[in-house]
């Protein structure tokens, strides 16, 4: 079983950016798609976005199009999130998800694959 670190959280007023990165334990790293979700206080955990395994597809959620770019470098099996124009509804905790399945959904691969511990991203107003 693969496991996912996340680190690179933290505050940020609005308007601000942040960079998230996930550290796969896994050597197959490059053999799958791979994301990131987000969970909101008291509401489930929703998809954010996805990259396929060569890092040449990205798919992102209506509420972040435009905004946030993920990447990875399998070279180091590391993904990546970066967040810029950051808003308050922003806020949560962000997950670093995978193995994913375009087949099926990021969303619902997603209930299935492995999750890290998240990290905690705040932005004020």
């Known amino acids: 079983q693969v496991q996912l670190v996340e680190f690179g959280g933290g505050r940020v007023q609005a308007g601000g950016s942040l960079k998230l990165s996930c550290v796969a334990s896994d050597r197959a790293f490059s053999d799958y798609d791979m994301g990131w979700f987000r969970q909101f206080p008291g509401k489930e955990r929703e998809f954010v976005a996805a990259i396929n395994r060569r890092g040449g597809d990205t798919n992102y959620a209506d509420s972040v199009k435009g905004r946030f770019t993920i990447s990875r470098d399998n070279t180091r099996n590391m993904a990546f999130l970066q967040m810029n124009s950051l808003k308050p509804d922003d806020t949560g905790i962000y997950y670093c998800?995978?193995?994913?399945?375009?087949?099926?959904?990021?969303?619902?691969?997603?209930?299935?694959?492995?999750w890290g511990r998240g990290t905690q991203v705040t932005v004020s107003s």
């Open positions: 998800v995978g193995p994913l399945d375009y087949s099926r959904g990021y969303s619902d691969s997603g209930k299935s694959a492995n």
